[in-house]
């Protein structure tokens, strides 16, 4: 997409010269992916201040029909932040701002480019506690969180983003803005368009602030990794111990292959005195009691073999850096597929069982790397030594998927990846309501157009 310099002027001034930048060296942080799977390119990255400013930005865009792709911490992993079809970059870091914490309701306002450990460090000064988590805390921002609905580590505890989010500002695809963060609790006054926006992966509206519910802190966490004899003994020891400790505060699952490749990335040394197939990140809040109700659940479980346990915060992080170092060591051996998808809880085991081999019979020199958050049933499929535009792995993971009767995105969203297996979770009915509103709220589809829908 070429962009004429009248186009390019009417950005400068609408955010400042500085903030619209053309250069190909500083735009090209802008147009890869995390991974280097998707690599785009564009002809003006634009960095508004505020709510208005993005409005004129739209404003601009649809008089001379340009597309937007809008970007937070360019985190996401579905090829959705970055713009592949030569659109428009919108960046909404610099709209960080975050309100104090409302102490009698634990509620604050983020701006859309605050990150999620900014918002979490908030939080917890003030003595609560932001319910979602995940790995990449230091550059996700709020905005990003909320358009692609993250789950994350702590999604068994508190629910996902959409679960947190009270209230939203946004300028949607018709350029007018909606905002609307008073953070009541119960307000059943028609269609809730903070649920309506999160998810929609940046093709309804631009998400600039957010009113969001805050949690009570976690008392005196305990972090167990536990070694198991099988991924079916995981699953199952899953279940006995939602049912059986209280304060379950995360459940994570990862295989030996992959811990191997973390230890020898990350120079750890192995957890447990031996290697074991299966291995469970328990964390549980409530100090002694909690520890105790771990404890007998494990010891009545099937297939446990050892437990590392750690009642400090430092050696707390040390156990989880294993399951969290897991995304830059596989990225380590290039750019992997990262397919991210659900399994009803009775099929999760039986899928992990099988999904590698049948990638390795349509990619032999492939390797399949499967780790994920074992309560919600979420698996991350990371299949490495395929070439970007290798989809006939991507059918056979999805095929897989949909025959166990899960879903194709867990939490990563469609994206542009994931775009032409929708229909695998979505039928023809949804997909017309889809697209009524995607009309509805960007009638010349400016907004992200290659994501998520074909419009
Ligand atoms: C190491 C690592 C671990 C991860 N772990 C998890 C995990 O556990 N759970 C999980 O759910 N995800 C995880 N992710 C994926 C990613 O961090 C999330 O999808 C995150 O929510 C993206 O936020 P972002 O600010 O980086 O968004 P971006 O990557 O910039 O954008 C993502 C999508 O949202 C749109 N968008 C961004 N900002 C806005 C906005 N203000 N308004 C409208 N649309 C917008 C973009 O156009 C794009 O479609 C992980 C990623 C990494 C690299």
């Known amino acids: 997409v070429t962009i004429e310099p009248r186009v390019l002027r009417q950005f400068a001034e609408t955010v400042g010269p500085s903030h619209v930048l053309t250069d190909a060296d500083v735009v090209a942080g802008y147009a890869a992916d995390f991974t280097g799977r998707f690599v785009g390119a564009t002809p003006a990255v634009v960095r508004p201040a505020d709510t208005e400013q993005v409005a004129s930005v739209v404003a601009v865009c649809r008089s001379a029909g340009l597309p937007i792709v809008p970007q937070g911490g360019n985190t996401g992993l579905v090829g959705g932040g970055v713009p592949l079809a030569g659109e428009v970059l919108l960046s909404l870091r610099r709209i960080d701002e975050i309100s104090d914490v409302d102490e009698v309701s634990g509620q604050l306002t983020a701006g859309a480019g605050a990150s999620l450990a900014t918002v979490q460090q908030r939080a917890a000064a003030a003595g ?7 790995a990449s805390r230091d550059s996700a921002t709020i905005g990003g969180t909320v ?65 969001l519910r805050l949690v009570a802190p976690a008392v005196d966490p305990v972090v167990a990794l536990v070694g198991l004899g099988s991924v079916a003994e995981a699953v199952t020891t899953a ?65 446990v073999g050892e437990t ?55 990619a032999p020199g492939s390797r399949t790397w499967l780790f994920g958050h074992a309560a919600d049933g979420n698996v991350h499929v990371n299949v490495t030594g395929v070439p970007p535009d290798r989809d006939d792995v991507d059918d056979v993971v999805f095929e897989l998927v949909s025959g166990y009767g899960g879903s194709i995105s867990a939490e990563h969203g469609i994206g542009t990846a994931k775009r032409a297996w ?5 039928s023809a009915a949804e997909l017309d309501a889809f697209r009524g509103i995607k009309k509805a709220l ?14």
């Open 128 to 134: 609560w506690r932001y319910g979602v988590d995940m």
């Open 442 to 455: 960007d009638p010349d589809a400016i907004l992200n157009p290659n994501v998520l829908l074909s419009v």
């Open 239 to 303: 279940g006995h111990l939602r049912r059986q400790v209280h304060g379950c505060e995360a459940i994570e699952l990862f295989v030996a292959e992959g811990l191997e490749l973390v230890c020898r990335v990350a120079e750890l040394p192995l957890p447990t005195a031996r290697m074991h197939p299966a291995y469970l990140l328990v964390e549980v809040s409530g100090g002694e009691g909690a520890s105790t109700a771990l404890a007998a659940a494990l010891d009545a479980a099937p297939g």
């Open 308 to 362: 590392a346990v750690a009642t400090d915060a430092a050696r707390a992080a040390q156990l989880w850096r294993y399951r969290e170092a897991h995304t830059e060591a596989i990225n380590s051996l290039g750019p992997p597929h990262k397919l991210d998808v659900t399994l009803p809880a009775s099929a999760l085991a039986e899928f992990m069982g099988v999904v590698g081999a049948a990638v390795h019979a349509v």
């Open 422 to 426: 929708l229909h695998l979770n979505r």
């Open 147 to 211: 358009a692609t609905n993250a789950g994350g580590l702590r999604v068994l505890r508190h629910g996902d983003t959409r679960a947190q989010v009270l209230g939203i500002e946004a300028v949607l695809g018709t350029g007018s803005t909606v905002s609307h963060l008073g953070g009541l609790i119960k307000d059943n006054t028609g269609y809730h368009l903070p649920s309506l926006l999160c998810g929609s992966e940046g093709t309804l509206g631009i998400v600039t602030a957010v009113r």
